[in-house]
Each structure stands twice: as structure tokens, then as C-alpha cells.
């Protein structure tokens, strides 16, 4: 840690973790929900459980790039955070609207909770993603503005490098996604239409460019290789991002009331969309092979490269997989769109903040790197997560083929319920996969708590009961 | 080789190509918005008419009670039950049919079954909702969902 204020990174990742841990436990009640059809019913019905999930998921995804960028812009920048004091006051601005929201949906009825919060003012609720009563949207905007403002201020008063600049434009188009937001008419059609303004453009636009800032540093970092070379990648990575990624728009507009044109638009440019992800694995593994130095945080480098790996898995391969509107005609909607969204989630923006933390803790924490064995731990974590992930992706693939050959496919459809109880046998897998998820994430949590005493015990160390930290040696 | 394409060459695609494709992507939308009033059933949503604000209620309640985080709409939200885009048509164009089975849900849910809540939505409430779903089943969807079963 280069600069003091970078230790306001700290408490937005310990954050993210928590809330990263509450994610995957009510993933689990989700996934038993499935089977176990009645599970904690009429307590946590589905959609509540499900809007824990996927709103635990989100906010712990911007709590990591909010801690990211105050840990990165100070050390690009080469100065302190323009004003740290109030990256914490939004944090904890940010943690308690956050943790309110989930008291809310878990302690009341949604449709009183959209009543207490005056939906009907403003009407924001009740879509995916976007459940959030209309206060919490207009908190996160605040907290969203104070922020750009800090590191803004700080890019613009220190030195400006290409990563520096990525992030920031990354942040600026979240942040003006997001307003789309706040659209919400009667009109069905274009509710939906700009629905996936934030959804899209998000996943598949601006947040690259915030996970092409995020990797090249941590790489600059780890490899010692020339930002010259870092910065051109970064370039070129982005612009196909954006290039394939915003008329790829267009493979959402298929089946939701728009013209027939878009399934060109769409399929052409959306197939395109995995050549982004493509180069990032191709830059990770070209830098770390060019590294001039082995760094001692070998766990970092190894999220990295799982980073550049899963990401085109999950985005690329299983993107691709449904994106052109012939075959999207049938998994539309379907176990397959699941599939997807987990390994892409997980392979793209879970992995990279990972990678992220993995990086910066240590350093926040006063150390180069971890102690072995903490690290070790580290990567038990990561293939444990990794490769559970990737079990739930192919149990639920199967799931998901069954169900449209089944359901959309023959001759003779069945009902979607009918449908449901044949495949139950993947969905009892896709549970059992998760668990070791959860042990994987446990592991990883573990790791902290390793790494904090070894680091205060060095003498354990020193008599060659534990491995020393590889930055000793 | 590495020489041929400069830093300057690919921060300028970048900036070119992301300007060039928000215009296009801007362009396609207003020729979307030009095209939907022929797809979108929007002369239904008059809100001076009684369909128009019952299709505005009904939008409303499905939003506060956040059917979408257990079914698909036009095949998007959650995957948990069925799409009920076409709810409308697979219960034969009969919007009593919708407010009975809505309605019937028991409140301590179908034992071992993935059970829909009880909402107690008063009968002016289900109105609403069946005609909201009514309206999603005629907007123009290209021919999605591939069979009445969505
Ligand atoms: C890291 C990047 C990505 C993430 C996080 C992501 C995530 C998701 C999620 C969560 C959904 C479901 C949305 C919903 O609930 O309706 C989805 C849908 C979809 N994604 Fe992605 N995605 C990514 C990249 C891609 C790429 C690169 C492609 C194409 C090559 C792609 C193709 C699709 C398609 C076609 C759908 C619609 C599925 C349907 O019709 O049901 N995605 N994505
Ligand atoms: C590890 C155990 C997990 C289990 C058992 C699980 C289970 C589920 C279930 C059952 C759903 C609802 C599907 C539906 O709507 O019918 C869901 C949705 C979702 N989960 Fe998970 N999940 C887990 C972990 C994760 C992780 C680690 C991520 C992030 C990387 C994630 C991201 C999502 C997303 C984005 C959705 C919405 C998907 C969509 O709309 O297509 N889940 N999850
Ligand atoms: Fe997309």
C-alpha cells in the first residue's frame, strides 16, 4: 500500500465478502426451494429468497469495484484519495440501505414494503434485478455521485494513466445506466426495452471496461511487465467490448415486442461478444508468461488467470451457446438462461474481484503477500468454487435441454409443472454442487483468519512449523 | 509486427468504434419507436378508458408483488414457474379462469409442492391483473413462445 487512504478499500471489501456468503446461503435455500417445493413456505416464498440472492449479488459486486477503484485510482493517480472521509461515510451510507432493503424484503410482504417506501410516487419495483423500493434507488445514486466526485477529483489532480481512465469511464457508464432505472411505464413493451439498458449494457458493456481495468492492474502489478503493452490490450479489449457489446443489445429484443430486425442486429453482433472475453484470456496468460518478476501473492495471479479463463467460459461460450434468435427461440426463458448467467456471473465479476482482494488485502493489511499456507487455503478456495460452478453450469444445461426438448420441442409439449418434476434428478445435483460451493467460499473466508495469524505469529514460522510467506524467501 | 499497431491505433478504435456504435444503436431505437405503437397494443393503455386503467392497476400489482421473482413475462424473470405471457391464451382466453386459480391458492401453500402465495387480492384487484395479462398475451412477440404451453 502505497498511499494511506487507500485503506478506505478495506471495510467495502470485507463487505463484499458478507454479503458474497449471504448470496450463496440463500442461493442454497433457492436451490432447495426447487425440489423441496414447500421449503420454508409461505415464511421466505421463492421471490423473496430469490431477490436476497440476486440483490446480495449486485451490491456486493459494486461494493468490490467501489473498493477496487479506491484502492487502484489513489496508486494510478499517484496521490492520496481526494477526500477519504466521505469514500466513508458512503460506505456506510451504502452498508445500511443495503442491509434495510434486505430487512425490508425479509420482515414484510413486498407489496407492503413498496407501500411503506411510496412506491406509488415513483413506481421502480417489482422488476428483476431492479426489486429495490424506490428510496434505496435514489440512495444508491447518491452514494454512486459522491463517489464518482472522489476519485474523479483524484484522477483529475494526479497522473492519468489508460487504466486509471478505463475504470473511471466504466464507473461513469454504470452510474448513468443505472438512472434507466427509474423508467418505468405502463407500456410493457418498453418497460422491458430499457430494462436491459441497465441489465445489458451493464453485464456486457460498461462493466467490462471496469473488469479490463481492474485485471490490467492486478497484472501490472504481479507481472512487472511494461504498461506500455498492458495499456494497449486494455484499449483494444474495450473497444470490442463496447463495438459487440452495445448493438448486441439487440439479442434481448427477440421475443419482447420489438421489430423482427433486431434478431439479425442481435444474433450478429451478440456472437461477436465472446471475442472480447477471448482477449482477455489471451492477455492474462500472454502477461503473466512475459512476467519480470514472480510476485509472492501467487493465489492473486491464479485468480487472475481463473478470472480470464471462467469469464469466457461463462460469457463466451455459454453466451454464445443461446444467443443467435433460432436457438434462442427455444432456451428463451429457460434453465439454459440460468445456466449462463451463473458461470458468466461468477467467471467474469465474482472472479475479478476476487482476484482484486486476493491483491489488495494483504498490501492494506501491511504484507507483500499472505503466508503460504493462508494461500494454499486460497487456492482450495478457488478450484472448490470453481469447479462447483462450473457442475452447477453443466447439471443445469442438462436440466435446461430436457425442459425445452420436453416442454417447447416435440410433438406433444408438457406443462412447464409436469416438465419440472422430470428433471427434478439435475436439480438435486445442482444443490450438492452448491454446498461444496459453500465449503469453497468457507475456505476462502478461512484464509483471512490464516493469513491474520501467521502474520502474528512469525515465529511458528521461524521454527519451521508453517511455511514462511514466499515474500520472505 | 507488434510495432504496426500502436497504442494511439487502438485508443482510437476504441473511442471511434464505441461513438459509432452508440449513434447506430441510437438510431435503431428511435426506428423502434417509430415501429412499436403497430406491436405494443399501447391504444389499450388509455387511461380514460376502464381497460387502460385496469391494465395500469393490474401492471402495478404485478410489480408490488413481485410475481416475476417466481415466473417468466415474455420469457424473462425467474424460471421457478410458469410464463405467463401467454397465460391468458393457455387458459382459453378467459380471464375468470385466471382470477379463479389465483384466488384458489391455499395459504399454508401444497404440502412437498412449489406452491404460488395467497395474495388476497380483492375481486376488483384480480380484474386488474387478468386484464394486464390479458394485454401482455396480444403484444406482438414474433411468434414467441413456441407452443401454448411457454
Ligand atoms: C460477464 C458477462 C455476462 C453476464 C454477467 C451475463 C449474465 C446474464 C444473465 C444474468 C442473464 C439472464 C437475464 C434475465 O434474468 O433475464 C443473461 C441473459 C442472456 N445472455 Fe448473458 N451475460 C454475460 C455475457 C453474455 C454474452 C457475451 C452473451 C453472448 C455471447 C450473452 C448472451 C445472453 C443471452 C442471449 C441472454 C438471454 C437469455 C434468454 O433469452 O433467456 N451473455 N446473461
Ligand atoms: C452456490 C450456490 C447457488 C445456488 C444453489 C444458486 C441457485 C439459484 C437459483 C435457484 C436461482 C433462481 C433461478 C430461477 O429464477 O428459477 C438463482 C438465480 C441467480 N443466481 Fe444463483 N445460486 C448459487 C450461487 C450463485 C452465485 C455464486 C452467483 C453469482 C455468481 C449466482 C448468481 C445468480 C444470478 C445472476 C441469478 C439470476 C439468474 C437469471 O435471472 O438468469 N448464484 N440462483
Ligand atoms: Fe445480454
New binding site residues.
Partial sequence: MKYKSQAVAKPYFIAAIGLFLA??IF??I??IQ?VVGDFLFPEIPFNVA?MV??NA?IVWLLMGFMGAAYYLIPEESERELYAPWLAHLMFWIFLIAAALTVIGYLAVPYARLAEMTGNDILPTMGR?FLEQPTITKVGIVIVALAFLFNIGMTVLKGRKTVVSLVMLIGLVGLAVFFLFSFYNPTNLVLDKFFWWWVVHLWVEGVWELIMGAMLAFVLIKTTGVDREVVEKWLYIIIAMALITGIIGTGHHFYWIGPPEYWQWWGSIFSALEPLPFFMMTVFAFNMVNQRRRNHPNKAAVLWALGTAVLAFLGAGVWGFLHTLAPVNYYTHGSQI??AH??LA??GAY?LINITMISYAMPLLNGREANSMRSQVLEMWAFWLMSI??VF?TLFLTAAGILQIFLQRYTETPLPFMVVQEKVALFYWL??IS?LV??GGLGTYIASFFVAAHDAKHPQAIEAGKVQPSPAAV | MAQVFTKSMARNIFYGGSVFFILLFLALTLDTSFALPERDQRHQLDLSTEVGQRIAKGKELWETNNCIGCHTLLGEG???APELGNIYTRFGNNKEAIKAFIQSRPAMGIPGRRSMPQFNFSDEELDAIAEFLKYSSEINTAGWPPNIQG
Avoid: K, P
Fill in positions: 448470496q450463496v442461493g442454497i433457492l436451490g426447487y430469490r440472492h440476486t449479488l428483476e438462461t440460468a448467467g451463473h456471473f461468477y465474482v462447483s460452478m452447477i445442482r444443490v452448491g460451493f459453500l | 425467474a424460471y421457478f
